[in-house]
C-alpha cells in the first residue's frame, strides 16, 4: 500500500487530473503523497489560485523578461535557458510565487532548447488549450503564471509520454534537502 504509488511510479491517469493530492508533500517523501489524496481541502486553494496579484504588483516583483513570460504568456529564446541543460537534483520552483513545481528526478533531455519535464508534482500545475486549438498551455496553478506547454505522445521514453516545455525563467531551482 505504501510503495506502488511511489512518484516514479505514478499511474499516468493520475499524474495531471490528481487535483486531490497535496502537492507539496513531495519534499518530505515519495509515499506520502497517496496518503494525503482526498484528506485534505486543497483543492479549491489550488484551482482558486493562491497568489493573485495585479500587473503592478507582479511588475515590482518580477524582472521585465520574467514579466513577459510568467504574466505576458512570452517565450525565452530557444537554448538559452539557464535551466536548459541543468541536471542538478533538487525542486523547481515557481519563479513568481515560490510552489514546487517540478521534481529534478522528472527532468530529461529533450533536446528542444527548453527545459523538458515528463510530469509536474500533482496538483501544482493547470493546463488550458490555446485560443487556437494547437498546443495546451501549462501554467503554476497557485498563481497562474505562464510556464509553458505540454506535449503528448512524441515517443520519448519516459514514463508518461508527455513533454512540459518550460521556460527557465519561469522556474527556481532548489537543491534538495
Ligand atoms: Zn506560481
Redesign the pocket.
Known sequence: MTSIFSSTTTPLSGTFLNRSSLFTTHLKSNTKIVNLSNKRGFRGAIVAMA?QKSDEEWRAVLSPEQFRILRQKGTEYPGTGQYNKFYEEGVYT?A??D?PLYKSTTKFNSGCGWPAFYEGLPGAINRHADPDGMRVEIT?A??G?HLGHVFKGEGFRTPTDERHCVNSISLKFSPEK
Do not use: F, H, L
Open positions: 497568489v515557481c513568481g510565487c510552489t503554476c497557485a498563481c503564471g
